[in-house]
């Protein structure tokens, strides 16, 4: 994972961008192994693709993951873009997609995390079920909001 990070690290430091089509770029990159059109590409289309991942996570390190699995998903899957100009929608779609995935595996565990523990009642809340005492942390078969069992 390191090896990827300073790849793109590398391509994006060269700051000149030829002026090139989408589709001559994928070309160059897929057809004749060009990293100088893959760096181009990163710099036209990867302050959109970050943004939108930004967007949806509104985190920074989970964005900068999508981010990275963004442009790998172009690279493992790229040549099957049929029309080069339509790259940048392909990126969003695709940026947008893995966010929102990353983003449902986040939260099971923060639902569960926040299921673990109970919140502390304001007032002393009585179990009506089967165990018929006040309700405290200790009593795990109480639910406080309801002042049922589980």
Known sequence: MQNVIQLFR???????????????????????????????????????????????LNHRQNAEDAFQATFLSLVRKGQAIRRG?????????????????QRGRAAPTRSRRCRTTPPTPTRRTWCTAS????????????????????
């Open 131 to 150: 165990c018929a005492r006040p309700w405290t942390r200790k009593c795990s078969g109480c639910r406080p909001s309801t002042g049922r069992c589980w």
């Open 10 to 56: 590398r391509l994006t430091q060269t700051s000149a961008v030829e002026p090139s089509t989408d589709a001559e770029l994928l070309d160059r990159f897929f057809r004749r192994g060009e990293e100088s059109a893959f760096a181009a590409i990163i710099q036209r289309h990867g302050a959109m693709v970050y943004g939108v991942c930004l967007r949806v």
């Open 85 to 101: 100009d339509a790259l940048s929608v392909w990126l969003y779609r695709v940026a947008f997609r893995l966010a929102l995935t």
